[in-house]
């Protein structure tokens, strides 16, 4: 067997404690981590029994949203909206009313609240980053091939923060923006 100093014990033995250390630190730099999971703040308003502000978690959808807001109103129309669509941070989703009868008429015993309610539903405003694109080709001067445009935009680069934005789509500028401003909502 091989007899070792004084000293060459000593430094085999600080020389394991060191490589010990090392190892230490390299697990401890490198150990899985928890990671705080990511909440958004989504506004909800329109045809759900209680419209606010939402705090969720990331990946949160919209029908998701909806229920957390109580379901919908009689008279909702969820038609245009993709109740599997993802939240993101900021957005606003507005849940329409159906419109109201074509002949303009309130039905017997129906309260005139709801037409107004409907009818200023129809007006509302058309938001960019959720709309289809036959929703989207309701506004002025947006046809078939530039609302597919705008789907394709923000389904590559993401949701538009502002309505500038719409300026990155090709076949949308400065003119055709201002027509649009006024109908349009993110």
Known sequence: MMSLTRKE?????????????????VWWVNRPQEK???????????GVHRP????????????????RA???????????LNLAAPLYDGQKIAIPFAPPPSSGEVPEGASSQVAIRS???????????????????????????????????????????????????KGIGPKKLENIRDRITF
Not at 57 to 62: I, M, N, S, Y
């Open 9 to 25: 014990r000593i430094f085999a033995v600080l020389a394991l404690g060191f490589a010990l250390l090392f190892v230490g630190v």
């Open 36 to 46: 705080a999971p990511v909440v958004f703040v989504v506004q909800i308003e329109g």
């Open 52 to 67: 606010g502000v939402y705090r969720v978690p990331e990946g949160t959808r919209v029908y998701e949203l909806i229920e």
């Open 70 to 80: 109580g379901g919908i109103k009689e008279g909702a129309d969820l038609s245009g």
């Open 119 to 169: 009818s200023v539903a129809s007006s509302s405003l058309i938001n960019v980053n959720t709309a289809s694109s036959k929703e989207l080709e309701s506004l002025p001067g947006i046809g078939e091939v530039l609302a597919q445009r705008i789907v394709e935009y923000r389904e590559t680069h993401g949701p538009f923060q502002n309505p500038e934005d719409l300026l990155k789509v």
